[in-house]
Nanobody
Framework: QVQLGESGGGLVQAGGSLRLSCAPS????????MGWFRQAPGKEREFVAA????????YYLDSVKGRFTISRDNAKNMVYLQMNSLKPEDTAVYYC???????????????????WGQGTQVTVSS
């Protein structure tokens, strides 16, 4: 079982940038499909981005395409979410998530992910 911990959230003005990091525990990081989700107050948890095990395939929520980039460094056991041109509507708690290592398909729904971090707050002021 993998444990996840996010960092890098904070308060930023609209148009600014943040980079979120997620440091999964364990030595088999490369066997997990990784994803980022977010949840704004009063809203359901929403898929943001995902990356396959090798890092060669990525998927994004339409509203973040061209602004956010998910990446991973399997040698360092890290996954990142670079967020540029942030908007107030990006304000949410952001969660790092991992699929069960037996899964091969990159999921875009919360139900596809078995392991979750505690979340990090991102607040974008207008």
């Amino acid at each position: 079982q993998v444990q996840l911990g996010e960092s890098g959230g904070g308060l930023v003005q609209a148009g600014g940038s943040l980079r979120l990091s997620c440091a999964p525990s364990g030595r088999t990081f490369s066997t997990y499909v990784m994803g980022w989700f977010r949840q704004a107050p009063g809203k359901e948890r929403e898929f943001v981005a995902a990356i396959n095990k090798s890092g060669g395939i990525t998927y994004y929520l339409d509203s973040v395409k061209g602004r956010f980039t998910i990446s991973r460094d399997n040698a360092k056991n890290m996954v990142y979410l670079q967020m540029n041109s942030l908007k107030p509507e990006d304000t949410a708690v952001y969660y790092c998530a991992a699929e069960h290592p037996a899964r091969m398909v990159v999921g875009s729904t919360a139900s596809a992910y078995d392991y979750w971090g505690q979340g990090t707050q991102v607040t974008v002021s207008s």
